[in-house]
C-alpha cells in the first residue's frame, strides 16, 4: 500500500507563487505515473498535471505556462510548482498514483480520476485578487 502525503498548500494574492509537494512512503515498481488533480467547491476533480517515471510531463491547458510537475524519484517525492496564481486556482489540491492508465500520458491526456490507484488527502490552495 502506498501512502501519499501533500504539503505547501496556503494563501496568496494573485500573481504570487507555491510549491506544493507529496512524499509516497513506498515507490512501488507497479506505479508508472503520478498526478496532481485539484477540486474547487461545487466542482468535480479535475487532473490539472502528469508525469510519468521518465519525467515525461503532462498538463491541462489552464495551467500551461504556469505549473510545473517534477519529481525527485530519491525522495520518493513529487512537486508542482505554481506560478502566476490566479483566483480560480483556488482548490484543494490532491496528489495521486497510477500503475495501469499511463497510456493516457502518452496521447497527452490526463487519466480521469477513477483511473487513479492511490490518493492522498490533499492540501488547500486560496488565491486571493
Known amino acids: 500500500q502506498v501512502q501519499l502525503v501533500e504539503s505547501g498548500g496556503g494563501s496568496v494574492q494573485a500573481g504570487e507563487s507555491l510549491r506544493l509537494s507529496c512524499t509516497a512512503s513506498?515507490?512501488?515498481?507497479?506505479?508508472?505515473?503520478m498526478a496532481w488533480f485539484r477540486q474547487a467547491p461545487g466542482k468535480e476533480r479535475a487532473g490539472a498535471a502528469a508525469?510519468?517515471?521518465?519525467?515525461?510531463?503532462t498538463y491541462a491547458d489552464s495551467v500551461k505556462g504556469r505549473f510545473t510537475i517534477s519529481q525527485d524519484n530519491a525522495k520518493n517525492t513529487l512537486y508542482l510548482q505554481m506560478n502566476s496564481l490566479r483566483p480560480e486556482d483556488t482548490a484543494m489540491y490532491y496528489c495521486?498514483?497510477?500503475?495501469?492508465?499511463?497510456?493516457?500520458?502518452?496521447?497527452?491526456?490526463?487519466?480521469?480520476?477513477?483511473?487513479?490507484?492511490?490518493w492522498g488527502q490533499g492540501t488547500q490552495v486560496t488565491v486571493s485578487s
Open positions: 495521486a498514483a497510477g500503475a495501469k492508465a499511463k497510456w493516457w500520458l502518452l496521447i497527452n491526456r490526463i487519466p480521469p480520476p477513477p483511473n487513479m490507484d492511490y
Open positions: 513506498a515507490y512501488t515498481f507497479s506505479i508508472s505515473f
Open positions: 508525469i510519468d517515471r521518465n519525467g515525461a510531463a
